[in-house]
């Protein structure tokens, strides 16, 4: 066990794929029994970076350390205390949900009895199904199984790659809600996903895009970072307001978020009223306008126009 | 590594294809070959060269052409007519009696008979062969029953393949075939099918070490392959008569050898190869096209160039037919094929030791 | 031609896979030029109905016409008037941006010239006619998301079905996408998109949610926050799809 307050530490780790540099000099550290979230498209780097990690890949500068161990030098010890979700579902679907749950139980050398206790939410939800193959199973079950499977040599540290991808609402709420429960047993878990709602779920996220980390901390402080003031706009016409709004002086930027349109400006030089009757002026009559509270996504947007720019 | 061992069989037992591959194919391929060479031997044309004719070449030529096995072809003159009428495709074999045949015959010399046979078909050349041998000596039997007459033996000559490979010889390369296949294609499949699947990311982070994943994949197929060469032997015993000469210990000593390199080469394979469809294009045309062109099963060594005999000995089957080939046809023990085994060993060991090193403990 | 006001009628659709229903009588119209949000959660019968829409699979029964054309005689005079893209599968990746553009025309028939011109013209609205001769592979997600939405509807289709269109799309490109749809309806091309963001949900003009194979509720997005007491079409999406039986 390593003995820092750091579960991971990451220290400019870079690596490239022939010109493609897909991870440019990330540094951050993970602290013991959180959850760390990387939200951040496709693209990104998560998953390179999340291979480096695991000992997957080695990275081309940068050192890593996970518990205390190298994740180079120390890949085996590592290798042990280490459990991994690959973005794909990489389970055996010609196997049954049981014997899978052997197999990995089988190759760590892990009593599943001794460990039930941490799976036994999960797999309780597919227990009905253990005589099923993996692969008749539906998206959320296989998600459950693979987690299980990951969970079963009770490793210290959990690195889940993208988990709830292309799996529904309720689904996602359910994985989440074991996440929860997980870190409660005392697991730290480094989580990557493209869905920004999610990012208010972890307890500290970075925010990736090309490789680079836009931004580290809770999720609350990087909201309360946000430099603009927001509006939340609704109106029938919703480009052509979106275009509207754009082109008001005082306006940095408009975007349409769910049937709303959020309008970031500089804070404090206009007011709701003002941008309501601006709007009128312009023949939308009808808009609606609150103040409202930037999110995870408000903060992506901005950050990742920032750094375009 | 139990798990590991239980996990491979379950794959293999619940993909209806493997099972096919595995079991069916040694059943196909046994039952095909075996039917696919003529056993029997019917209206084979022959011709004949006599510059004799007298009653005895007559009497001869009688009982081969009133035989249900050959058709009377041409009468030739000259060697080089025989060769003429073989490259035409005209006969299977040719009769060539000597001069003064009875002369000789009657003042108690030996006078020969020479059959000349295209054996660029080797079994039917063999077949051919021994049947017209059968007819020339019963002839003779039953004709000169008096023991004092010298009994004529007809001196053999076959064209294009003089080694002449012999009517069993499909089943040594059968089994070197589908022992190459099976182990070498599949075990590079299974591999390579975890590779494509994502699995062999998890198997990777996980304390398994590279020996123990090679051997884990390994070891249902050395069971499975030894099956199988098993059931060949029994299916060619009893279907086709096939005998083993030599010893059985040995042969399946020998099996286990080849089917371990065959297995390394497989695991080989896997690791230049990202998902099943290379495997298999590797696994066909670096494993099956050699084994099957330049083993020797089909295309004997000798009668090839150098380059591809120079090419045939760094083909594994081809020692290991060579190995079989002495147990089963000639019954011949390890003092005749010490080398071979020495050199299947030795390539099996390097491929262990390249497939071992190469097995890349990361991904890319 | 078709001149009705629908661009998609499915009356009474039903699927089954031997004792499994895939879809239970689904019934649901979709007017012409507008987007229609087709929710569900994984499993609930979505791929299937797509699949029968496009012409790809006959239902069991029903009563269904995609761009006027009958789904169980007309399913190839469907596929002339459809475009289709999916998260998935969308351009060829070894292939330059122009030849994707110049198969796909090729396949709809168009003639040379109209590919070169529609080419141009789509390249010009994404802005990046440079990157014309580019691999697919080499360019990144977002612009391909974007080119291969431009290739479904280079055609003009009638309806471009879209599955999934924007999973992992960074959160401007998906803006940007969003505003590409907008624009295609406009056109007064029909827009049938599924996805699992529930923002995205309330930029359609009508969603219907499936559960377990039924259409558990169509609607507008007001109507329907409205109808379940919900401030979010997540917590409609949520509510409905909780009470999902055969989750399996």
């Known amino acids: 066990m390593g003995t820092s307050e750091y579960a991971i530490e990451c220290a400019s780790i870079s690596k490239s794929y022939g010109k493609v540099k897909a991870l440019q000099e990330l540094s951050f550290s993970v602290k013991k029994g959180e959850i760390f979230g990387f939200i951040g498209p496709d693209g990104a780097g998560k998953t390179t970076l999340f291979r480096i990690l695991t000992t997957l890949l080695l990275p081309d500068t940068g050192t890593a350390l996970v518990d205390g161990l190298d994740v180079v030098k120390d890949y085996k010890a590592l290798r042990r205390i280490l459990g991994y979700m690959p973005g794909r579902f990489s389970l055996y679907q010609d196997l049954t949900v049981e014997e899978n749950l052997q197999f990995f139980a089988g190759i760590f050398q892990a009593d599943i009895r001794e460990n039930y206790y941490l799976i036994r939410d999960i797999y309780e939800q597919i227990a009905p199904f253990a005589k099923r193959k993996a692969g008749k199973l539906s998206g959320g079950m296989k998600q459950k199984l693979a987690l299980s499977c990951a969970l079963i040599h009770k490793p210290v540290v959990l690195v889940l790659d993208e988990p709830t991808t292309g799996v529904d609402a309720v689904s996602r709420r359910e994985f989440w809600e074991m996440l929860i429960r997980l870190k409660n047993d005392g697991i730290t878990i480094v989580v990557a996903t493209p869905y920004m709602d999610e990012a208010t779920l972890c307890d500290r996220v970075a925010l990736i895009q090309h490789g680079r980390i836009l931004a580290t901390d809770t999720p609350q402080a990087i909201t309360n970072a946000f430099p603009w003031q927001l509006f939340e706009v609704k109106s029938t016409d919703t480009l052509n307001m979106i275009n509207l709004l754009k082109q008001h002086p005082e306006v940095h930027n408009a975007d349409m978020f769910g049937e709303t349109v959020h309008v970031s400006v500089k804070p404090g030089r206009i007011s709701a009223d003002d941008l309501f009757s601006y709007l009128q002026e312009h023949g939308h009559l009808q808009s609606e306008i609150i103040q409202g509270n930037p999110g995870i996504e408000d903060c992506f947007i901005d950050l990742m126009r920032m750094t375009n720019e | ?364 | 031609m078709n001149s009705a006001a629908y661009a998609i009628e499915a009356q009474n659709l039903v699927k089954r896979f031997g004792s499994f229903t895939a879809n239970d009588n689904l019934s649901f119209f979709v007017k012409k030029g507008e987007i229609f949000g087709f929710l569900g959660a994984n499993g609930a019968g979505k791929t299937t109905a797509i699949r029968i829409l496009c012409g790809l699979s006959k239902p069991t029964s029903g009563k269904i016409s995609v761009a006027g054309f009958n789904v169980f005689t007309q399913a190839e005079k469907i596929k002339q008037r459809i475009g289709y893209m999916s998260q998935r599968f969308s351009l060829y990746e070894d292939l330059t941006v122009a030849e994707n553009f110049r198969f796909y025309g090729g396949i709809y028939g168009m003639s040379r010239d109209q590919i070169r011109q529609k080419t141009e013209e789509m390249l010009g609205k994404l802005n990046i006619a440079e990157l014309r001769d580019t691999i697919i592979a080499s360019l990144p997600l977002g612009i391909r998301q974007k080119l291969a939405f431009s290739v479904a509807i280079m055609h003009s289709p009638e309806i471009v079905f879209l599955d999934e269109p924007t999973g992992g799309v960074d959160p401007i490109t998906r803006r940007q996408f969003w505003e590409m749809i907008y624009q295609a309806a406009a056109s007064g091309i029909t827009v049938f998109v599924t996805t699992h963001y529930m923002d995205e949900a309330e930029y359609c003009h009508r969603i219907s949610i499936m559960v377990d194979g039924r259409i558990e509720a169509l609607g507008t997005p007001a109507e329907l926050k409205a109808v379940h007491h919900a401030l979010s079409m997540n917590d409609v999406f949520i509510k409905l799809a909780r009470k999902a039986v055969n989750k399996e």
Request: overall charge positive; charged content about 15%; cysteine-free.
């Open chain 2, 1 to 364: 590594m139990k798990r590991f061992v239980i996990k491979e069989f379950l794959h293999i037992f619940r993909d209806t294809r493997s099972m096919i591959i595995l079991f069916g194919m040694p059943l196909v391929q046994v039952l095909l070959f075996g039917f696919a060479i003529t056993n029997e031997v019917k209206d084979v044309k022959v011709s004949v060269v006599d510059p004799a004719q007298d009653e005895v070449t007559t009497a001869i030529r009688n009982s081969l052409f009133s035989s249900a096995y050959f058709l009377k072809g041409e009468i030739l003159y000259s060697q080089n007519e025989i060769e003429e009428s073989f490259r035409k495709g005209k006969n299977k074999m040719v009769v060539v009696f000597e001069n003064d045949f009875a002369g000789k015959l009657g003042r108690g010399e030996k006078p020969s008979i020479q059959l000349i046979a295209d054996a660029s078909d080797p079994n039917t050349a063999n077949l051919v062969v021994n049947y017209a041998n059968g007819i020339i000596n019963n002839h003779f039997q039953t004709l000169y029953t008096n023991p004092g007459l010298p009994v004529v033996v007809p001196e053999v000559r076959m064209m294009y393949n003089p080694a002449l490979a012999g009517v069993y010889m499909f089943v040594p390369g059968i089994i070197t075939v589908l022992l190459m296949l099976v182990s070498a294609m599949m075990t590079s499949i299974s591999i390579a099918r975890e590779k494509e699947l994502g699995t062999m990311e998890v198997l990777l982070v996980s304390p398994l070490k590279p020996i123990q994943i090679v051997a884990g994949k390994v070891l249902p197929y050395v069971l499975l392959s030894f099956i199988n060469a098993v059931s060949i032997l029994l299916l060619s015993y009893f279907v086709f008569g096939v005998p083993v000469n030599g010893s059985v210990v040995l042969l399946l000593a020998e099996s286990i050898l080849f089917i371990v390199l065959a297995l390394s080469l497989g695991i080989l394979i896997s690791t230049v190869s990202n998902n099943q469809q290379t495997a298999m294009m590797l696994s066909m045309f670096a494993l099956m096209l050699p084994t099957i062109l330049l083993s020797g099963f089909i295309f004997p060594v000798e009668n090839m160039p150098d380059i591809l005999q120079w090419l045939s000995a760094l083909m594994p089957p081809r020692w290991f037919i060579q190995i079989i080939k002495s147990i089963m046809l000639k019954g011949t023990g390890l003092a005749y094929f010490w080398k071979e085994t020495l050199i299947l060993i030795a390539m099996t060991i390097v491929f262990i030791l390249v497939s071992v090193k190469k097995f890349k403990i990361r991904l890319a």
